[in-house]
């Protein structure tokens, strides 16, 4: 079984930064791609950024492009998302997950983490 927990959520100001960690444990079983996924309130959860193994893939959602980047360190089972010019329409519960192809897919990941808020004051 392969768990993920995410950190470093929090509050912040509109045009600071935020950056989130997603640890990895347990069994990966091959499921070594890691997306970053958000859910506003009273909407549907949506795709924020993803990285294969290598980092080789990577994407980005449209909203994100140029502000957010995702990166890993494997010798360290952590994936970050670095989050910077915050807009308060980036406030969400951000999630975690783990699959074996990265894309932009929820169906592509078998594995999620409980989330971690991120709140942008305007």
């Known amino acids: 079984q392969l768990q993920l927990v995410e950190s470093g959520g929090g509050l912040v100001q509109a045009g600071g930064s935020l950056r989130l960690s997603c640890a990895a444990s347990?069994?990966?079983?091959?499921?070594?791609?890691r997306g970053w996924f958000r859910q506003a309130p009273g909407k549907e959860r949506e795709f924020v950024a993803a990285?294969?193994?290598?980092?080789?893939?990577?994407y980005y959602a449209d909203s994100v492009k140029g502000r957010f980047t995702i990166t890993r360190d494997n010798a360290k089972n952590t994936v970050y998302l670095q989050m910077n010019s915050l807009k308060p329409e980036d406030t969400a519960v951000y999630y975690c997950?783990?699959?074996?192809?990265?894309?932009?897919?929820?169906?592509?990941?078998?594995?999620w983490g409980q989330g971690t808020q991120v709140t942008v004051s305007s």
């Open positions: 990285t294969s193994y290598m980092g080789g893939n990577i």
């Open positions: 347990g069994r990966t079983l091959s499921r070594n791609a």
């Open positions: 997950a783990a699959g074996v192809v990265a894309g932009p897919t929820e169906g592509q990941y078998e594995y």
